[in-house]
T-cell receptor
Framework: AQKITQTQPGMFVQEKEAVTLDCTYD???????LFWYKQPSSGEMIFLIYQGSYDEQNATEGRYSLNFQKARKSANLVISASQLGDSAMYFCAMREIYGGSQGNLIFGKGTKLSVKP | NAGVTQTPKFRILKIGQSMTLQCTQD?????MYWYRQDPGMGLKLIYY???????DKGEVPNGYNVSRSTTEDFPLRLELAAPSQTSVYFC??????????????FGEGSWLTVV
């Protein structure tokens, strides 16, 4: 069964420093996608970054990068040069391409990131 | 720049009442989803649709119904509201499940309280 684990309920980081949010996943499918979403206090879900299971390069989007270690089944989000506006909940999610769930996203429980000035 | 639009944003229901959460997307997406998010938790799938006329249950479908008569619209119906349905509801959509169109985009959420 597919599962996403985020072991850090809360994290603190100093403004302008980098931070890594952990995510491990479990799936028996060979084809899947990994996503990170940001949820600020206003509640909307904002797409940050995507990594496909066959992508050889780690995904990057501006200050966000995804440290993909397939053998370890981990997909950690790295945020460089943290800003106060990065304070939010962060969710890791996985989507099986050919699984029976028709591409449904399975979410972890999230990590609450707080950026200190 | 509409994307995924949900209405209403906030609603208070009395126990036993019914209501429909509306969701529409203007991106010609085939896949549409309804999730709920309980406090301090991740999102759980209620129902999904892979195209007009095709819907199926997700992880937590009890107490809900959906329809998909058009590509754009995917309303969620709550019948006989119960306090356990107090939650934040998100509608989401994507063009495909693989390739460049597989990003799932979310609406802004609908806060529902059942009292």
């Amino acid at each position: 069964a597919q599962k996403i684990t985020q072991t850090q309920p809360g994290m603190f980081v100093q403004e302008k420093e980098a931070v890594t949010l952990d995510c491990t996943y479990d799936t028996s499918d060979q084809s899947y996608g990994l996503f990170w979403y940001k949820q600020p206090s206003s509640g909307e879900m904002i797409f940050l970054i995507y990594q496909g299971s066959y992508d050889e390069q780690n995904a990057t989007e501006g200050r966000y990068s995804l440290n993909f270690q397939k053998a370890r089944k981990s997909a950690n989000l790295v945020i460089s040069a943290s800003q106060l506006g990065d304070s939010a909940m962060y969710f890791c999610a996985m989507r099986e391409i050919y699984g029976g769930s028709q591409g449904n996203l399975i979410f972890g429980k999230g990590t609450k990131l707080s950026v200190k000035p | 720049n509409a994307g995924v639009t949900q209405t209403p944003k906030f609603r208070i229901l009395k126990i036993g009442q019914s209501m429909t959460l509306q969701c529409t997307q203007d991106m010609n997406h085939n896949y549409m989803y309804w999730y709920r998010q309980d406090p301090g938790m991740g999102l759980k799938l209620i129902y999904y649709s892979v195209g007009a006329g095709i819907t199926d249950k997700g992880e937590v479908p009890n107490g809900y119904n959906v329809s998909r008569s058009t590509t754009e619209d995917f309303p969620l119906r709550l019948e006989l509201a119960a306090p356990s349905q107090t939650s934040v509801y998100f509608c989401a959509s994507s063009y495909s499940v693989s390739g460049s169109g597989n990003t799932i985009y979310f609406g802004e959420g609908s806060w529902l309280t059942v009292v």
